[in-house]
């Protein structure tokens, strides 16, 4: 059974740089890609960054220059580095598995495993 658990949220200023982290079990992590959502109050689950089994990412733009996604195959985790964070910033964030490891992904459809979420909340 395939299983995300994220970590690393919590509550943080604005302008801090907090790193969450995706752990991954049950499954080939080599050869998926994986993405980052964050969804806030009362809003839909947005894209936020996705990273190929190349090491290739996409950001959204609202994140892009601030947040760096990666990936450890030996360690089957993703991290999502944040940094110069804004209240704009505060949501769940949402770590997904993508069995097509080779393209880019940025419908929540794309995704077949969903971890549970950490809260991020920025205060300001």
């Known amino acids: 059974q395939v299983h995300l658990v994220e970590s690393g949220g919590g509550l943080v200023q604005a302008g801090g740089s907090p790193r969450l982290s995706c752990e991954v079990s049950?499954?080939?992590?080599?050869?998926?890609?994986f993405g980052w959502y964050r969804q806030a109050p009362g809003k839909e689950r947005d894209f936020v960054a996705n990273?190929?089994?190349?090491?290739?990412?996409m950001y959204a733009e609202s994140v892009k220059d601030r947040f760096i996604i990666s990936r450890d195959n030996a360690k089957n985790t993703v991290y999502l580095q944040m940094n110069s964070l804004k209240p704009e910033d505060t949501a769940v964030y949402y770590c997904?598995?993508?069995?097509?490891?080779?393209?880019?992904?940025?419908?929540?459809?794309?995704?077949?495993?969903w971890g549970q979420g950490t809260q991020v909340t920025v205060s300001s």
């Open positions: 997904a598995a993508n069995p097509d490891g080779f393209t880019i992904a940025t419908m929540t459809s794309d995704y077949d495993y």
């Open positions: 990273i190929l089994t190349t090491k290739s990412a």
């Open positions: 049950g499954t080939d992590f080599s050869a998926k890609s």
